[in-house]
Each structure stands twice: as structure tokens, then as C-alpha cells.
């Protein structure tokens, strides 16, 4: 396998964005990172994106997008799992390029969710729990992560207030993120004041319903040395993938997320790292429970001991690993397609030193981690800056 | 509501129809064609124990379009007493009643209505058993 590098990136902002069309986001972002990596063709596009079918009455992304970036005739591959779906479409461009067939690859996460009502969109997200025997019996995606956080509250002793302090921290942190949906403060007590939407989770402990889409451009790292030097050169050195169950009731322990700890594992081998040498981490805070498992499940602290690691301050931002610098799912925003793409920026923007005012002092090792409905799939990306310490 | 769709479950959903591996005994809700266990692909009919007790739930107060008129509602991942799991309704208990661990036993219940005529779906939901 070639090694392979990220040269470019960009993405819209994300929002609420009535102007712009699901194809005018995807291109938005796609010439965004075209223009960043100084490429005006490529060799294949990847798209990710959850259910446009749905939210958007339309398939067929990946002609959509080969088309209306004027490339028409260029293989493109539209990929699909869920929450994860970006990252999915991330690692199908990363084989393609590690494998030698293609050079230059385009990936673009995307999602337009406000085209459809609130009920609409809803209803289009449940479809990445077991509609049969989940959905069927009126269960909603708050209710399955609220089943996870009471689970992990009886077990653990997680408390009410350790879930608010994730929803505080990626608020503040969110407030330094010009393309976050969400710039603004909230206190614990403003989010154990939210409405409640499923007990113990309020609407604050929730990422929102959010239209944008994030891109990357991959090259192989001999190429991208060569060429592509105008940044400093970002590696994708681990990548692992997972699937858990589709039913959350089928998990074995409810409050531990199987998915994430397989394909945590499989990306920390394949770099040859462990938790402990990751300087900061994306992870996929859908809901404020989620981000307390997956510290967990990746072993950044023991099993039982996210909410704790979370009320000591260690996921601050000048905390021991800094978590969801850029607001995360939470404030940033979740277009479900664009999301693990989007992860993948703030990492290449913090390594890189272009993150702005909320550029971290130490950034030389990120890890971004998706996924996707209850816990059926997961995808751990690690990413290094060249001429960085390891 | 597809009629051929909801038919195919009425087995599983009005009768509690559970699978039982042949090889190594592991109780399926809903059937499967292959055990995840030890892959054999022989499955006799078991019934799926009534009787059970909750490992978590919810209360929904912010429903499905189709479900926000019965907010707020009581969800959970109930465990049989044959070790098989699912997820169904808590009813017959307040909110404030339902607790980890409680011991549930499944009943027959109306699920929700659909369509303009309102036809009706049926299914199972656990209510609290009483010693």
C-alpha cells in the first residue's frame, strides 16, 4: 500500500442554510478543497452521504457531483453507513489511492436537511436504527442514547451534570468556530433547564438538524511531497473500521459502544500508537452521552470514568487531550453526511497551524472518530503532521 | 403501512415467535437464518418467555410524528427470562414507577394507528408483573 496524504480541505459553513441547494453545497465544498490542495481535476470523487433519498427526494449523488463540478466522465462512488457515512466515503478514497489505481481524489461529505420539516427529517434519521423492531415500537434516536445514558448511570454512577459539562464545553468551544451552527455559551444549568426530550437527556444534550458539507482532497504522500507542498503535508496514519450491532438491545453491554472499541483499536495498530500519544481527538458527540462512551471506548480513560474525566477538566481545551475543539457535533453542527469529513478538517486545520483562535498549543497527532446510528458502525481515522515527533 | 410487510411480522410480533439454535441452544428474537454464535443454520420454533426484566429505558416526551400523541411514553430494553432481548413499550406503569432491574411480563397491545382510515397496528409492550 502507497502511504497517503491530505492535501486540501474546505467546507461550508453549517447551518441552517435556505439559500443553498444540496448540490450547491456539494460543490461549494468540493471547490473549496480543490482550491486549497491547487487541483482543478481529479481522478475519482467519493460522496458521503446518509439518506438524501429522503431529505432530499434524490439519489444518485456521486453523478451529481462528477457532473456539476464540470467533471463529468470522472469515476465518482457515493458511500453510505449512516452517521459515518462521510468517513466511509473518506476511507473508500483512502484504498483508492493507497492501492495505486487512482492519484488525486476528491472526498465530499454532504447533507440538506431543512428542505424537508422537522418531523421529516426526524422520521429520515430513525432509519438508522432497526426500523422493524426498534422504530416500529416508537423509539426515536434521543430515546436510544437516553437508554444508554440511564444504563451508564445505574452502572457507573454518571452523573446528570457530567453529561451538561460536554454540552458546555463543545458551546464554548464552538464560540471560536466561524462555520459552527451554534456560537453560543450555554451553562449546565441551561441545559438541565432544556426541554426534556428523552429522560435523562434534555434538547441541549443533543446536536442539532444542520444543511452543509465538508471536503478533502487525498494524494499519495510522494506526490503530495513533490506538488502539493504549499501546506504543511498532512499523513493519514491509521484508519480503522468497525460495525456493531444494529439494535442497541443487542449489545451485549449496553453502555459500552463495541464498534468504536474494535475500530479504535484497528486505527491505533495500524499507526502504532496508542491512546496516550494522541495530542487531540474529534469524537462523535451526537448526544452528551455518547462522547462519555467513546473516551471510554478509546481508551483515553478507564471504563465507567468518561463523565469523571470530564468533570476534571482533562477534555478542555487546555485540558490533557482536548476533545471537540471544534464544537463538535453539539455546536458545530451535524449535516449527518458531512460530519465525519468534517471531523477530518479540524484535524488537518489544527496540525497544519491554520486553526485560528482556536489553534491548539500541541497538534501534531489528531484522531477523528464517527459513528454511526446507536452503535452499528464506526470509523477511527489518526492523522499526523509531517516532521512531527513520531 | 405496506400490508405484506406488516403481515411477514405477525409471527414475531403478535406471537412472540423465537428461534432456538439447534447446535448451540441461543434464543433468536426475531428469527435469523444463521447463529451468530457458531453459525449453524438450523433454528427450531421456541417461545419467546413472557417474563422478563428491564436492563434500561426512557421516557419518550418528544415522539415520532406518529407516536406524539401517546407522549409521554415509557421505553425499554427488556431481557427474557430465556435470555433473548427487545425493545418495547413499559405500559400499565407511570413514569415515575419504572426502575432498572423491575420485573415485566409482555402483553398483546394496540402499537399506534396509521393511514386516514386509522387502521390499527398491533404488537407487544411489557407491563409490570406482579408477585
Known sequence: MREVAIIGVGMTEFGELWDKSLRDLLVESSLKAMDDAKVDAVDAIYVGAMSSGLFDNQEHLASIAADYLGMVGVPATRCESACISGSLAFKGAFLDVASGYSDIVLVTGVEKMTDVSGDKAVAGLSTAADDEFEGYNGVTFPGLYAMIANAHMKKYGTTRRQLSLVAVKNHANALKNPNAQFRMKVTPEAVEGSVMIADPLHILDCSPITDGAASVVVAPLELAKEKFAHHKIVKVIGLGHATGTIALHSREDITELDAVVKAGERAYKMAGLGPDDIDFAELHDCFTIAEICELEALGFCAKGEGGLMTERGETLPDGKIPINISGGLKAKGHPVGATGVSQIIELVEQIRGDAGDRQLKKADIGLAQNLGGSGGSSIVTILKGLGSRV | ?131
Open chain 2, 1 to 131: 403501512m405496506d400490508p405484506q410487510k406488516y403481515w411477514r411480522q405477525i409471527p414475531a410480533r403478535y406471537r412472540l415467535e423465537a428461534y432456538k439454535c439447534k447446535n448451540c441452544g441461543k434464543v433468536f428474537f426475531p428469527k435469523r437464518l444463521i447463529c451468530d454464535n457458531c453459525k449453524s443454520r438450523e433454528f427450531v420454533k421456541a417461545e419467546h418467555s413472557d417474563k422478563g426484566k428491564l436492563l434500561t429505558y426512557t421516557v419518550i416526551r418528544t415522539g415520532p410524528a406518529d407516536f406524539q400523541d401517546q407522549t409521554p411514553y415509557v421505553i425499554g430494553v427488556v431481557e427474557s427470562e430465556n435470555g433473548a432481548r427487545l425493545t418495547a413499550q413499559i405500559a400499565d406503569v407511570e413514569p415515575e414507577n419504572v426502575a432498572i432491574g423491575m420485573k415485566l411480563r409482555m402483553a398483546f397491545r394496540k402499537i399506534n394507528k396509521t393511514g386516514d382510515a386509522g387502521v390499527i397496528m398491533y404488537g407487544y409492550k411489557a407491563v409490570p408483573e406482579f408477585e
